[in-house]
């Protein structure tokens, strides 16, 4: 009798044994789940505090201390100095806006034909070369993401953008993005630029001037030295010419 218990125990044994790598697997899926929807709520509750506080640092601006500065990284600072919407020439904002996002004001954060234009040409391509973003869609990967260019990321920065829509409004969201926005090697934000090439404050910066730090935005190491121009093909020179004849047609967010 005894023989007979042990041998019909077996089997059970057996599955119990191939259930467990199906249970373990299960687990790491539940506990996967659970860590990006903590991730968004994160984001979430941040981009609600952004109301009333102002963003310190991004990711972005993150990564860049630690590449210039390696290990020196809590004494190695980037340039970068907060300044209010108020304290921004009009100048600036035109320039950008009609160079980054002509239809910012109207659009719910993402143009849907400008996506889908990116899609193809990065098709054709075979990887990602243009990403058809918006003023608040580049906000969104710089505040939180990577600067790799994926798709699993792209749908990340869609979720950020609409959390950035929900919370803020226009305005609030181009303080931050001309506040946070890379525009040399360790040089962030409009106030940082303006001192950087100008020797001027944001508040005085010329029609010229607005223009040609417009016309940086798609390559800023690059317009600040020229060791970051190898892959870069952007004339600055006409770029700027060509936003400074825009800007007057740029609606702001006011």
Partial sequence: MARQRSTTARPSARLSGAA????????????????????????????????????????????EQWRLCGFNFWSCKVDHQWVSYDQMSRNIKRAVIASED??????????????????????????????GST?????????????????????????ITWMLEFWLDKQRIFEIYLNSVEWGEGVFGVEAAAQHYFRTSASKLTVGQA?????????????????????VRVNFRVKASIIARRMGAATLPD
Avoid at 105 to 128: F, S, T
Avoid at 138 to 145: E, R, T
Avoid at 211 to 231: G, I, M, Q
Wanted: aromatic share 14%.
């Fill in 211 to 231: 223009a040609r730090l417009a016309a940086a935005l798609p390559a800023p190491k690059c317009f600040d030295k020229k060791e970051y121009c190898a892959n």
């Fill in 102 to 131: 002509a239809d910012f004001v109207n659009h719910p954060g993402y143009e849907l034909d400008a996506m889908l234009d990116a899609w193809e040409r990065n098709k054709k391509r075979g990887h990602i070369v243009r990403g």
């Fill in 20 to 63: 467990n790598p199906l249970r373990w697997i299960g687990y790491f899926g539940e506990c996967l789940i659970i860590g990006v929807l903590a991730m968004q709520v994160y984001f979430f509750l941040q981009i609600g505090a952004w109301q009333y506080l102002n963003p310190s640092s991004t990711s972005f601006m993150r990564a």
């Fill in 135 to 159: 003023i608040t869609q580049q906000l969104a990967k710089n505040l939180f993401l990577a600067s790799e260019q994926y798709y699993v990321r792209k749908g990340q920065e869609l979720a």
